[in-house]
């Protein structure tokens, strides 16, 4: 599909029903349309063909220079052509996009040109059938893909949690991405058009969580002046988040219980029942099986939160999400602070994969804002990005090596990170990891002990 799709892109409403209708005749099919502003969403895990970005005004130039940024960052197999229908001056964002695009054309002067262009490349193609609407999975898949495609392995329990109003427990370190899957489950779920509220639980005062979460009357404790809505209530018929729920004492999970099972609740100081009609998301930095182990956690609380549960393992586990997840970020930071970006080193990437991220994600994009503000030209080079990361991996006739380690744990290193890729690419198929190794499965079993690789770190939802 990428080969022979036509995107035309515009702004201006004339502009583009004049270009829409003569591509659509002299062409036989009409080209997919799009605003500037709704284009990325829309082009999913196949984002190439060619793009016609059509620019009526030095607004529309900003517009296109923009998303020339952005896929160029992202490394999107696109063919781009600037069409320009009011002569803009030769200082405009669309100067400096020559080198990026395969033309830049005046309409409709040039218009036999930008047919030719699209004639010779595109060939001839058949009437496409009409489009179907994708099923919930292949839009999930399509979020995954450009972002973090170790998890495309959660799109399907995904799609079941965000059409089934269940609870769902989100389960991994801090900075690994709860948030981001919560709002996504929200995104396709049927209360996508109510609000999505997150509670950070563990930043909330010991003795205000009750109020904070349900509520209170007036005069209810001291300095209580005035009746408090809590969160329950201000969701309404939306999705709650109850973030690091392993922070709430064993009084709150008793109350937390109440509420999951009948919805029911009172406000602090309060004899009147109210019911939460809104759908739960809770989020744990650490392993609620343990904490129940341990006493800190009760039982019953976490059969009932665990009626579909997902893991999101670490960055340093995910080193196929690394390089898209730094694309997409350099490309936003390069657009805020209007750096003209256009490149990335390949060493770069080489040094982000080799780095152990014990931030996750969030620490990945604290560096790669830093890196962006202290990038001068169109490419970003290693020496922009944090003195630890690039010192951490120097890349080196293709091999990664780690400062002050040993050769042993250089090689180790290596193979780990060779024999995770191995693992994620063949969907944690061990025969498959194996064979594409070149090793027997039972060496693989026995390299995956060494190295801690024997949990696949992204589970699919299960019945609790």
Known sequence: MSSSRLVLVADDQPLATVLHSFLTKQLGHPPLAHFFTGVRDELGPDPGGFFVLACASAEDAKEAARLVQELRLLQWPATLIIVESEPLPPESELAALDPYV??????????????????????????????????????????????????????????LAASHDVTVLLAGETGTGKTHLARLIHQYSPRRQERLLVVPCGALV??????????????????????????????????????????????????????????????????????????????????????????????????????????????????????????????????????????IRSDVISALEAFPWPGNIRQLENAMQQAVLLSTGAELLIQHLPRPIHEYGCPSNGHVYTNGASLTQNREFLERNVIQRALVSNSYNRARAAQSLGISRVTLYKKMRKYGLMEVPVMAAHAG
Request: aromatic share 6%; glycine share 8%.
């Open 102 to 159: 395969a033309g830049r054309l005046r309409w409709p002067e040039q218009a036999p040109a930008l047919l030719g262009m699209l004639k010779d490349s595109l060939g001839r193609r058949r009437r496409p059938m009409a489009a179907q609407e994708p099923s919930l999975e292949a839009q999930i898949i399509r979020r995954l893909m450009g972002h973090t495609p170790s998890l495309l392995l959660l799109a399907e329990p995904l799609a």
């Open 206 to 343: 010991a003795n205000l969580v009750e109020s904070e979460l349900f509520g209170h009357a007036r005069g209810a404790f001291t300095g209580a002046d005035r009746p408090k809505t809590g969160k329950f209530e201000a969701v309404g018929e939306g999705t709650l988040l109850l973030d690091e729920i392993n922070t709430l004492g064993l009084e709150q999970q008793a109350n937390l219980l109440r509420v999951i099972e009948t919805g029911e609740y009172e406000p602090v100081g309060s004899n009147e029942t109210r019911i939460c009609r809104a759908r739960m998301i809770v989020a744990s930095n650490c392993n609620l099986e343990e904490a129940v182990e341990q006493g800190k956690f009760r039982q019953d609380l976490f059969y009932r939160l665990n009626v579909m549960s997902f893991y999101l393992p670490p960055l340093r586990e995910r080193v196929d999400d690394i390089a898209p997840l730094a694309r997409g970020m350099i490309a936003r930071f390069a657009q805020k602070f209007r750096k003209p970006l256009f490149s």
